[in-house]
């Protein structure tokens, strides 16, 4: 009984990020009332509470649920693939990123912190997606230093090409997210990762 009552809860829970998730993408995080996401799922405001403190500590469980630390990427590629080539573990893990992105939950909450998310209240979307951008540098750093190490990189320090693989990432990303539907930013993605990594090689 307690199993199921834990599960349940937990079901309870799911559902009502699922609702918010919903009406934030519908009407705005700003405009969106707890009321409308306790309608939408089907309960009672009471349940939202149970649950969440306040419309931002469910924001950020709509977040932390789609939330991946860059480094998680790494992580999924071969060890003898970061040491022998860090270049080349960069390269899988963005491809990994990129297909992550693609899922529809995955799209449409970043769609939501990006679009449809106002300053308000204990909510700054600029500051999280701050917190996601340093992250993703720093990410980068640790890997490009590791190919110059190794004397994998060309003409530019693991600095600058940090800078400038992490505006490339950047600009691919928000010009993608605003019309998501428009092409694969896999697809295109990995052909400017690719490109750019060539042209950060040793020739």
């Not at 309608?39 to 649950?51: I, N, Q, S």
């Not at 977040?63 to 960069?90: S, Y």
């Not at 799209?107 to 449809?116: N, P, Q, S």
Request: net charge negative.
């Amino acid at each position: 009984m307690a199993r199921r009552t834990k599960a349940e809860a937990a079901a309870t829970r799911e559902a009502l990020i699922d609702a918010a998730e919903d009406m934030f993408m519908e009407h705005g995080v700003a405009r969106t009332s707890l009321e409308q996401i306790a309608r939408h799922a089907g309960m009672t405001r009471g349940a939202v509470y149970w649950h969440f403190k306040n419309k931002a500590d469910l924001f950020r469980a709509m977040l932390e649920r789609i939330h991946m630390p860059f480094q998680n990427l790494f992580d999924e590629v071969d060890d003898d693939v970061v040491e022998r080539c860090p270049l080349e573990a960069i390269r899988r893990a963005c491809i990994h990123g990129f297909a992550r992105l693609e899922q529809p939950r995955n799209k449409r909450v970043h769609f939501i912190m990006m679009y449809r998310c106002e300053f308000f209240s204990d909510i700054d979307p600029q500051a999280m997606q701050e917190e996601i951008s340093g992250d993703t540098h720093a990410v980068l750093l640790r890997y490009f230093q590791l190919a110059e190490e190794r004397q994998q990189l060309s003409g530019l320090s693991a600095e600058a090409a940090t800078d400038l693989f992490h505006a490339t990432l950047s600009g691919l990303f928000y010009a993608w997210l605003r019309h998501p539907d428009l092409y694969s930013i896999k697809a295109r993605g990995t052909t400017m990762v690719e490109n750019l990594l060539n042209l950060l090689r040793p020739s």
